[in-house]
């Protein structure tokens, strides 16, 4: 089992920053990918940004390129997202998952992810 515990989500205003840590915990040398997932009220949750913990091959979804950045800490098991530049449209809860299963082709497809954390809530006003 892995277990995953989000930290860092809060307000701010339009065009400002924030960081999003995610601790990783259990039987983490079974986790091929991990990544962040945001859901809006009344929206699917829909993939941000993945990164392959073999390679560190990252993927992003088309709104927020340029402006976040996944990262891992691999001597403290935390997965990172930078947040720069946020818009009203980033508001949203913010998801750490992670998966044991090979999801090279898809890996923003929440459907490949099989661990979950308890989300932390991201409100960007204008």
């Known amino acids: 089992q892995v277990q995953l515990v989000e930290s860092g989500g809060g307000s701010v205003q339009a065009g400002g920053s924030l960081r999003l840590s995610c601790a990783v915990s259990g039987y983490t040398s079974s986790i091929h990918y991990m990544g962040w997932f945001r859901q809006a009220p009344g929206t699917e949750r829909e993939g941000v940004a993945a990164i392959w913990t073999g390679g560190g091959v990252t993927n992003y979804a088309d709104s927020v390129k340029a402006r976040f950045t996944i990262s891992q800490d691999n001597t403290k098991n935390t997965l990172y997202l930078q947040m720069n530049s946020l818009k009203p449209e980033d508001t949203a809860m913010y998801y750490c998952?992670?998966?044991?299963?090979?999801?090279?082709?898809?890996?923003?497809?929440?459907?490949?992810?099989?661990?979950w954390g308890q989300g932390t809530q991201v409100t960007v006003s204008s």
């Open positions: 998952a992670a998966t044991s299963r090979w999801v090279g082709s898809r890996p923003l497809s929440r459907q490949g992810y099989n661990y």
